[in-house]
């Protein structure tokens, strides 16, 4: 049976059915359904993985034993100061779809259009209702840049100020094989995380990041999401907001100007994602030019599962994983400008942003 109804007992857990009883390494501390003399409890050990906590989430090693590298933590958790705030929801549906609309940059100017709005700001800064965009712009133009890591691309928009000049460029970061990192604005660095849990159901974690002073505390986040437990989410972390009530639209606040009517950006998401299906059909799709992030998605994944069945290491690890240079950003940059030269340090003054720009002279003119 699991042990997850297990009895948390003095540095080991106690199995409810024999009372059996297992350290984190799986030794079998206590078998009291045996006679003592039998000596079976030295003969047989519970399955048990390593785990290390990093940036408010236990990481466990399931590789052979004995192969276990050194831990290193995720890029949206650099050091061990960085403040690290996480909504959570636990979604209907295969992970694959929500991570293929977390790295779909061209939605976000239809179906978030009312909470992340135009205007005439020199980039992305956030408020406390709103993200604010400066571009009009619904159709970016697409590029990417694949790596052994995953793959970054760039939404490229028209800026609303000095488009002749300038483009607005958004660049989202996959990071294989579950992880994207959104562009971020002026006060904190945005991540998304997709753990599938079966074939049908995801536990999807979004997650704010930076610098203590300007990374919003746990309850303002949620509540900015609409994540809020026992608001928006049962205790079990389950979305109120389903197919049954409509996702609780507000068709009114649509006549009044609200373009979906469903409050908080994540919501908006979930509502597309779990219509689509708890496995979206594939054969029906219709890509177009915004859908080359989800395209590259689908392409770099299963060269990689077909990669590991023939022996190779497994995507991003080891030499293979993202480079520590390698970030979301958003910036609006000259049109003679390569967005893949753009390079970026996190920085943690208490009046900076969150993320510091900067582009290789040598391969931009101004």
């Known amino acids: 049976m699991s042990l997850v109804f297990g009895r948390n007992e003095d540095c080991g857990l106690r199995c409810l059915y024999h ?15 045996e006679p003592a003399a039998s000596g079976m409890a030295q003969k047989v050990k519970h399955l048990a993985y390593p785990v290390t906590e990093w940036g408010g989430f236990v990481w466990a090693y399931m590789g052979p034993q004995g192969t276990q590298p050194a ?37 976000s100017s239809s179906l978030h259009s009312s909470d992340m709005v ?12 709103n993200w604010l965009r400066p571009s009009t712009d619904k159709a970016p ?19 609303i100020k ?5 483009d607005y460029v958004r660049s989202t970061v996959f990071v294989a094989p579950a992880t994207a990192l959104i562009p971020p604005n002026n006060l904190y660095n945005v991540a998304n995380i997709n753990v599938p849990m079966d074939d049908t159901t995801t536990a999807f974690y979004f997650i704010a990041w930076g610098h203590p002073s300007q990374t919003p505390d746990t309850g303002t986040w949620r509540k900015f999401l609409g994540q809020q437990v026992g608001i928006d ?15 609780w639209q507000n068709r009114a606040a649509m006549k009044a100007g609200n373009f979906t009517g469903i409050t908080g950006f994540p919501n908006q998401d979930i ?11 594939r054969s029906h799709d219709r890509l177009g030019a915004s859908d080359l992030a989800v395209v590259e998605f689908r392409k770099q994944m ?16 080891g030499e293979a994983r993202i480079p520590a240079s390698i970030c979301a950003f958003q910036s609006i940059v000259p049109k003679t400008a390569d967005w893949r030269a753009f390079s970026a340090t996190y920085v943690w003054d208490s009046v900076g942003p969150a993320l510091e720009p900067s582009y290789s002279t040598s391969e931009v003119t101004s």
């Open 19 to 33: 009372g059996w009883k297992m350290d984190v390494q799986g030794n079998v501390l206590e078998m009291v359904s």
């Open 71 to 107: 831990f290193e933590p995720p890029v949206w958790a650099p050091t061990a100061d960085a403040k690290v705030t996480i909504a959570k929801a636990i979604i209907p549906c295969n992970w694959a779809q929500i991570l293929e609309g977390a790295i779909d940059s061209a939605h």
């Open 118 to 129: 135009p205007a005439r700001v020199e980039g992305a800064e956030a408020t406390d209702t």
């Open 141 to 159: 133009r697409m590029q990417v840049e694949r790596g052994s890591y995953g793959f970054r691309y760039a939404a490229i928009r028209r800026p």
């Open 162 to 166: 000095n488009a002749a000049a300038n």
């Open 233 to 247: 989410l049962d205790d079990k972390y389950r979305p109120l907001r389903n197919r049954d009530n409509a996702f």
């Open 271 to 281: 509502a597309m994602w779990v219509t689509m299906g708890p496995i979206a059909d």
């Open 302 to 317: 299963l060269e990689a599962v077909r990669d590991f069945q023939a022996g190779k290491p497994a995507i991003g690890t």
